[in-house]
């Protein structure tokens, strides 16, 4: 499912009807192995209770009248897609954005933003997720930012108190490098990862020597340009790293503003950068050092170092003007008043001096590169988009595939990055990541080899979600009545 320009999208409402569970055979289709590459055709495989109970040769399971057949024949059976960076829960109702995961093949997402109140519902089974839905893999609590990491103290209190209440890890906004480090021996010393953004001021090498588990939307910033630069002293000395400790922050109303203010910024972090943060960033990416960043890469695969690059994030921030934003389909699936923000900020964007435009351009194309580099270089990738929230068009998966392999990553290295990987991140492999019995009933059918080329990991004939088939068919109803309902199945 890509949501791109010329794309139409029905608008009529249609019944979602969740198809029938039990015993089901997908019978001749061809298994792609993401570890390998490896094809293996003409085969059944038995999906019963939620799993793959067995693969067989498709002749020897015709005699199988217990199970409703699902004839796929010259089509490719992958695992199911994962998103690795989701904020899809951040919505109150989140059940239409969820459904349009599940339509482009995520069956599972991780969740990096959390709260009290989402890890008390996934502890009380009461999350707003229905069968209509890739699962939740990972949860955090509240995001570390300066209204709870102001001090060293203050940080290691929120990380106790986030592993408490059953967090699977603990996700790093936004703090000073003082704090930062805090944080990082507090979770190494509770045995709780750490992830996210690197912060300004801190060197990507040591947080990779640290611990932080797994670097989100490469850096952002300059924080790991600021590394692969033959200046990277005099960066770090002119990062600016704010000190968020202030009594200020202490008041309930300049706390509201401040949230307030963080997700109008969220929109698009780039149109309300300050020029010298800019600036510093072009300094950055002109002083490229290829040996120091090969050494960075090194360092990063030595200390198993994690990157989800979001490219799709990084573009639509870094290249909001393009024409094919303002026209995408994408926005018949959002709700009005979401668009109506998208665009404030986007025109907010557009109004940026054009050297500032430039550098983001620059950067974006740099981002491609230095993606490839970490491909190439052994560092273990895994998809994510940070969307899922409904806040602007371009942040699909599908999408996503696309700009790694312009990035020039292979089709089996984004489908390894998409399935095993993350079952590997997540220490899953027995249940995820692979078509193999015993494994979870998580699969993606598509209509051509997906080896072959990138577009074709898009081409949907079925997706199978803990035991439930969803054909082409449902995967458009589904479509169709998230946009008849602006971004929602139900009010």
Known sequence: ????????????????????????????????????????????????????????????????????????????????????????????????ALALMLAEGVTGFRQMSGSVRLLEQRRSQTLPISRLAPALLELPGDILTPLNATSAEAVATEIASQQRQGADFVKAGMMGPEVFSAALREAKRLGIPLLGHLQEGVEAKQAAIDGFRSIEHLGPGATIWAGCSSIEAD?????????????????????????????????????????????????????????????????????????????????????ADAAEYQQSAYLDYMPAASVKKWRKVTARFKRLPRAMRDTYAQAYARQLELTRDLANGGVRLMTGTDGGWLAGPGLTLQEEFAELASAGLSPLQILRMTTVNAAEYLARTQRMGTVEAGRDADLVVLDANPLLHVDNLSRIAAVVRAGFHYSRDDLDRLRSRVAAGRGFLSS
């Open 235 to 319: 960066l770090m000395r002119s990062s600016g790293a704010p000190n968020f400790d202030s009594p200020l922050l202490r008041i309930s109303f300049v706390r509201s503003l401040l949230m307030r203010l963080f997700k109008t910024v969220l929109i698009n972090p780039a149109a309300f950068a300050a020029p010298a943060h800019v600036e510093r960033l072009q300094r950055a990416l002109d002083t490229y050092d290829e040996k120091k960043c090969q050494a960075l890469i090194g360092c990063f695969v030595a200390h198993d170092t994690w990157h989800v690059p979001t490219l799709v994030r990084l573009r639509s921030s870094q290249l």
């Open 1 to 96: 499912m890509k949501f791109s320009r010329g794309v139409s999208v029905a608008t009529s409402a249609a019944k979602v009807v969740i198809p029938p569970s039990g015993r089901i055979r997908l019978d001749g289709g061809t298994i792609v192995d993401p570890r390998t590459g490896e094809l293996t055709g003409g085969v059944s495989i038995l999906v019963e209770q939620g799993r793959i109970a067995s693969i067989d040769d498709s002749r020897a399971a015709q005699s199988d009248a217990a199970a409703r057949r699902i004839d796929v024949t010259g089509k490719f059976v992958v695992p199911g897609y994962n998103d690795m960076h989701s904020h899809v829960l951040e919505l109150e109702n989140p059940d239409g």
